[in-house]
């Protein structure tokens, strides 16, 4: 899949640009604060519909502009037309060719992978970016994926209000079972779709994991929910849908009490984490920063083959100013990697982190003050 044309208008520091990108490799160079990850956060919000970075939508309008603008050519088997309207006054607007689209059609048209510097603590950072980690591709390339787990979010919220409300007035609780039902079978349904993305998941990194580090390395990824986190680490799973739901049942049996002094929902997928294992080791408390980063790469290059074997198609992969954060081998790796099998854009305050033969095939771009030349 390619991203063939971007047009921005209003959005984050441009007024006004439009560009064609190369099917191969793109590299926008410039100094700080000139628009370079504004760049690439438009393209991801036309790929997830929403931005990674932003409080809300309208903080993308160009500040004292009514409304931003956005239109992306994407060149899959057929071509497709994406754009989107932000406004201050009126709600969000996603179009594909033309036609105002619900973002659950939206989002998976355009496949992107986004690769910042905060992926870089994937393993080490919390729970909740590596669960995001692994929403972020399967709402790409699974609608009812992404469905079930607002619809999961809507009942965590409303079932947190309840027992918040229920520490006021305890007959209330009587409407806890009904939202218990639905928590059960929205959370196992995101569960179960978790744990088979992870499982190919692992297939891939641990092939990467195994060719960076010269056949030393044993990369493993386990998904652990939060009943098995509560009985202190990763261990047997639950194999079958009942199994895990009557999992579920147990710890939200067991924390009830808890749960109502808190006010809160203690139990569910938005406790659960992924565990990384290199030669059978917790990475997060025994791994190098070296061996970490390797790890990450891995997930992230797993990701593309993940996305393509679902859909045919390789994401556009979007680097924001990773690669000085990485040593000249990784880079260079990891570069050649794409460059043979995804459409990739790159942001860099200097050309010099870039390997010349990839320079010389690459098309470079300039970026200054949110103007692109
Ligand atoms: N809504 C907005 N309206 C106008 N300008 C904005 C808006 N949001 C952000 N900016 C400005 O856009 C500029 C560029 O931001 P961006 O994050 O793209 O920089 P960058 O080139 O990635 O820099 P760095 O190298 O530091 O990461 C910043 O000066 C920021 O203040
Ligand atoms: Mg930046």
Redesign the pocket.
Known sequence: MRLESLALKDF??YEQVSLELDPGLNIFV??????????L?AVYVLALSKSYRAAQDS???????QRALAAAQVRKLAAVELGFVLSHTEKKRLLVNGKAAAANRFVGTLLAVLFSPDSLQLVKGAPADRRHFLDVQICQIDPVYRKTLLEYQRVVRQRNSLLKAAQESRALLGQLPAWDRQLVRLGTQVILRRLTVVEQLQKYARETQREISQEREDLDLVYVPFFALRDGGPHKLPASEAELSEAFEKALRELHAEELRRGCTLVGPQRDDLVFLVNGRDLRKFGSQGQQRSAVLACILAELELMHAETGEYPVVLL??VLSELDKNRRLQLLTLLNAKAQTIV?A?SLDSFPQELVERAAVYR?RQ?RIA
């Open positions: 984050r520091n410039g100094d700080n604060a000139q628009g370079k990850t504004n760049l956060e903080d993308l309008i160009r500040h004292g502009a924001d100013d942001t305050t970026i949110g």
